[in-house]
């Protein structure tokens, strides 16, 4: 009887220890994910940065022409 209470704590415990096992690998999962949206983020924020300063630029060398 001993023996057989103790093989289910044993049991128990590591079913428990498992479940807490997957939660933390679906944590740490998702980071690399988190990690590679905010770094396509970033470059797609600096595309557009990088975008309207260059045409900010060429406007500013364009020659204004003059119509009569």
């Known amino acids: 009887m001993f023996k057989s ?3 289910f ?3 128990a415990t590591t079913f428990t220890a498992c479940e807490k ?3 933390a690998s ?3 999962g998702a ?3 988190q990690i590679l949206d905010k770094a396509k983020t970033d470059i797609n924020n600096a595309s ?3 975008s309207k300063q260059l045409q900010d630029v ?3 060398d364009a020659p204004e022409i003059e119509r009569p």
């Open 48 to 50: 557009e940065l990088a």
């Open 26 to 28: 679906t944590e740490v």
């Open 58 to 60: 060429e406007n500013i």
């Open 31 to 33: 980071i690399p994910k």
């Open 5 to 7: 209470l103790l093989l």
């Open 9 to 11: 704590a044993m049991l």
């Open 21 to 23: 096992q997957k939660d």
